[in-house]
């Protein structure tokens, strides 16, 4: 069964780093992208990047570019998402989800991480 | 960049009730346009593709129509699990942004 879990709750002071992962399961990981979504408090979905896991081609949004990173390792089957210094405006859910052939929309999605910014 | 605008931004409606959901973009996308419905503490579920496309499992009262840049979601007879906030995105540029989607509550 095509699974991605994601990695759990965290809890993270203003300026610190953060990585969260996403674990591709039971599909071929190098032959779909994975987007990246969040959701922040009292908010609606809010695109921030696509990876394609077998060239670690990157599609950000322009809003994001700089403040976050994502990235793929495919020994692992697993996508991160990752920020160098943390904000308080960082707190919210992000998800991954698996985009399926021909810009068809996320069909699978992970679980969600949430992330708690505070210091 | 493309904007997405979703109307309206919440409704009532009632069991059995035909449901319409409006989506614009602000420049065509051809037909590359997503609906998701999301309940809080779960993750979006994918309801329609390529516009009119429905994903696989997805109950038949779910319904997408349109192309270029309008398009729409109905309902055909809203059921009590399908009270929750619905997006579109589209998926023809980056970025892919959502609308700021459509809550729908019980009347």
């Known amino acids: 069964e095509v699974q991605l879990v994601q990695s759990g709750p965290e809890v993270k002071k203003p300026g610190e780093s953060l990585k969260i992962s996403c674990r591709a399961v039971?599909?071929?990981?190098?032959?779909?992208?994975i987007g990246w979504v969040r959701q922040l408090p009292g908010k609606g979905l809010e695109w921030m990047g696509n990876?394609?896991?077998?060239?670690?081609?990157?599609k950000y949004s322009p809003l994001l570019q700089g403040r976050v990173t994502i990235s793929a390792d495919r020994s692992t089957s697993t996508a991160y998402l990752q920020w160098s210094r943390v904000t308080a405006s960082d707190s919210g859910i992000y998800y991954c989800?698996?985009?399926?052939?021909?810009?068809?929309?996320?069909?699978?999605w992970g679980q969600g991480t949430l992330v708690t910014v505070s210091s | 960049d493309i904007q997405m605008t979703q109307s309206p931004s919440s409704l009532s409606a009632s069991v059995g009730d035909r449901v319409t959901i409006s989506c614009r973009a602000s420049?065509?996308?051809?037909?590359?346009l997503n609906w998701y419905q999301h309940k809080p503490g779960n993750a979006p579920v994918l309801l329609i593709y390529?516009?009119?496309v429905l994903q696989s499992g997805v109950p038949s009262r779910f319904s997408g129509s349109g192309s270029g840049t309008d398009f729409t979601l109905t309902i055909s007879s809203l059921q009590p699990e399908d009270f929750a906030t619905y997006y579109c995105?589209?998926?023809?540029?980056?970025?892919?942004?959502f609308g700021q989607g459509t809550k729908v509550e019980i009347k």
């Open positions: 420049q065509t996308i051809a037909n590359y």
């Open positions: 995105q589209q998926s023809y540029d980056i970025p892919q942004a």
């Open positions: 989800a698996r985009l399926g052939t021909g810009s068809s929309g996320g069909d699978y």
């Open positions: 039971d599909y071929t990981f190098t032959t779909y992208w």
């Open positions: 390529a516009a009119s």
């Open positions: 990876i394609y896991p077998d060239d670690s081609d990157v």
